[in-house]
Every structure is written in C-alpha cells, then in structure tokens.
C-alpha cells in the first residue's frame, strides 16, 4: 500500500470522487483508508438508556484504498506513485509525471 497517514489524497471512484482530503488512518491490513470528510455515512440512531442520544450521527469510515490516489504537491493532481532509494538507502516514494519525491 502506498498510502499513508497523514497524506493528502484524491478520490478517483465512488460517490465522493473528485474530492480531496488527509488521510486520517490507514489499514494496510484490509487496504483501506479513512479520508478526512469523504464517505460520511448517516447513522440513526435511537435513544439507548443515558449514554446514545437520539438522532441522525454522521461520521466518516473507510475506503477502498484503490479509490485514492496520492495527491502530488508540485503538479497539484493525483500521482502516479513510484519508489525509489536515495543515495543514503532510504526507500522513498516519488511522483511519476513530475518526479518530485512525497516522502
Ligand atoms: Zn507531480
């Protein structure tokens, strides 16, 4: 997964497609991400004891990481991502139209 917290990324699939937002979490695990204010999902909920109150709850889960693309801070649109090492060994990711390294 090439993917990370913390990067700010394009939604390329579904119904929040075209927006843009940080990745909040990340599940290399299950290849999902959770993007900050995309695929907010309504919940309603009733009124249990003292603790939930009723009401509609909205709160973002998670997404396909395959619906994301890394969003290239010097081109300013969805990278294609590649990896590289730099001279002191570190494994780096990099831009592939414009080559600048995200890492
Ligand atoms: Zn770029």
Redesign the pocket.
């Known amino acids: 997964m090439n993917i990370r917290k913390n990067d700010t990324v394009m939604v390329i699939a579904g119904k929040d497609k075209g927006k843009q937002g940080k990745v909040r979490f990340a599940y290399p695990k299950q290849e999902r991400v959770l993007v900050e204010g995309v695929n907010f999902i309504k919940k309603h909920s009733r009124a249990r004891g003292a603790v939930r109150q009723a009401g509609i709850i909205e709160r973002e889960v998670s997404i396909p990481v395959s619906n994301v693309m890394l969003l290239?801070s010097?081109?300013n649109?969805p990278?294609r991502v590649g990896f590289r090492f730099l001279a002191d060994g570190r494994k780096v990711r990099f831009?592939r139209?414009?080559g600048?390294v995200m890492d």
């Open positions: 290239c010097k081109c649109h990278a831009c139209s414009c600048e």
